[in-house]
């Protein structure tokens, strides 16, 4: 069940001053949304096209085909303004045949990458459609965006900011409006940063909270928050890390009692004797038989080893690069 839309599907488009509307773009939502739709090359519905669609030199938008329903329809000049031409309709059918005559079949929509999707590949690399995941920014051509800037990254620069706060993806330059607006006002936006970063479920994720990650530090968000970020690649303990650890054994030294040239100091559990070299006798600690001034005894407190040097907590590891769909 497919159609496209009438008047604009392999149409030219002009300027206000009649003139074609070279390398236009043409984004497709879902009627009355800013949630971009899907758009295929094919009447069967089985080549995707890109979202925006982008005209040629004489502002003819290419044939592209939809699943049966309304769309919000949105056209503007290359670097996404209106002020030069095109339109915003938020309001309009797709219309055509019921069934594909081209021997294709019906493609379930769940299939296909959506704007917004994640793709992982095992090599450092660029993909076309995609983005890396990477903590850089996105915006239109002329935003000077450093990871991508260009008109293919409105519906991916929408839904980021429609997704994330902007204490976890910030607009440079703060946020206005709406996405739409601060796209079209060259604004840029920070994507999400995958780099030595492992991916976990969110604490909660449509239950009740886990408690997993009780203690973890988060530098955005929380345990709560989808693309959150926290914890620590390499850990340094300190003494409250320690386990608790009552030392056993012996404490032996000397001390100089009245009327002996030397004695010996010898304690056993928290008790010592005094023994005295001149035969006058031993004696306990609980009842001194002479009097005697005990020197100082302190072990030996200087450091033994040991630099503090952070311990690694990274898992066994696969590496790639993480891709946010356009």
């Not at 758009?39 to 005209?55: E, R, S």
């Not at 903590?135 to 929408?158: H, K, P, V, W």
Request: hydrophobic share 35%; net charge negative; with cysteine.
């Amino acid at each position: 069940m497919a159609g496209t839309l009438i008047g604009i599907s392999n149409a030219q488009q002009n300027d206000n001053n009649g003139r074609p509307l070279a390398n236009c773009l043409l984004t497709i939502f879902a009627g009355g949304t800013t949630t971009p739709s899907l758009v295929y090359q094919d009447i069967g519905l089985v080549l995707p096209a890109p979202n925006p669609l982008v005209g040629d030199l004489s502002g003819r938008i290419p044939p592209f085909y939809l699943a049966d329903g309304i769309y919000h329809v949105r056209l503007t000049d290359q670097f996404g303004q209106m002020s030069n031409g095109g339109f915003d309709i938020p309001q309009i059918p797709s219309i055509g045949a019921s069934t594909s005559g081209g021997g294709g079949s019906a493609v379930d929509p769940t299939t296909i990458a959506a704007t917004g999707d994640l793709k992982w590949r095992l090599e450092d690399t660029t993909i076309s459609g995609w983005v890396r995941i990477n903590g850089r920014t996105i915006g239109s051509s002329s935003s000077g965006a450093s990871e991508r800037a260009n008109a293919d990254t409105q519906a991916l620069f929408i839904y980021i900011w429609n997704t994330y706060a902007d204490t976890i993806c910030p607009v440079l330059g703060g946020r206005g409006a709406s996405g739409l607006a601060d796209f079209n006002a060259n604004k840029q936006i920070t994507l999400l940063d995958g780099r030595d970063r492992s991916i976990f479920g969110l604490d909660t994720m449509g239950n009740s909270a886990l408690g997993g990650m009780v203690g973890v530090t988060f530098t955005k968000g929380n345990a709560a928050t989808g693309g959150a970020s926290g914890g620590t690649n390499a850990l340094t303990l300190l003494t409250t890390n320690l386990p608790p650890y009552t030392p056993s054994g012996n404490i032996n030294g000397s001390i100089v009692a009245e009327g002996a040239t030397s004695t010996a100091f010898q304690g056993t559990g928290g008790s010592y004797q005094v023994v005295v070299p001149n035969g006058s006798g031993t004696t306990s600690n609980n009842n001194p038989g002479l009097t005697a001034i005990i020197d100082t005894l302190a072990p030996d407190m200087n450091a033994q080893g040991g630099s503090s040097a952070p311990i690694a907590s990274v898992p066994s590891a696969l590496l790639g690069t993480l891709f946010w769909k356009l």
